[in-house]
């Protein structure tokens, strides 16, 4: 599996991004769908998550409310629309999945890095 993260970019604060996550390779083994991020100087961090199959999300508290994951199973795709962007949002961001019989985010693509200046 192979996972290729974009949309990165420098928006002001209050402004809007979206993120994308392109699966490829043997996609059928895929579980669930994470973005994290990692900021300057401090670990990285889970934001958000999808099933592959069933849709169920999770978000962790910082993000509730102005993100919002998604997929389009016909383009193997994973999207986060992240909404009301905040300083504290600048990081590099991450998508990973995790396939069946694992219990961890083994496949990690590149990072995307978003800017949000105040």
């Known amino acids: 599996v192979q996972l290729q993260a974009s949309g990165g970019g420098l928006v002001q604060a209050g402004e809007s991004l979206r993120l994308s996550c392109a699966a490829s390779g043997h996609t059928t083994i895929i579980y669930t769908v994470g973005w994290f991020r990692q900021a300057p100087g401090k670990e990285r961090e889970f934001v958000a998550s999808?099933?592959?199959?069933?849709?169920?999300?999770s978000y962790t508290d910082s993000v509730k409310g102005r993100f919002t994951i998604s997929r389009d199973s016909s383009k193997n795709t994973v999207y986060v629309q992240m909404d009301s962007l905040k300083p504290e949002d600048t990081a590099v961001y991450y998508c990973?999945?995790?396939?069946?019989?694992?219990?961890?985010?083994?496949?990690w693509g590149q990072g995307t890095l978003v800017t949000v200046s105040s």
């Open positions: 990973a999945a995790v396939p069946y019989g694992l219990a961890k985010y083994y496949y």
């Open positions: 999808i099933s592959w199959s069933g849709g169920s999300t």
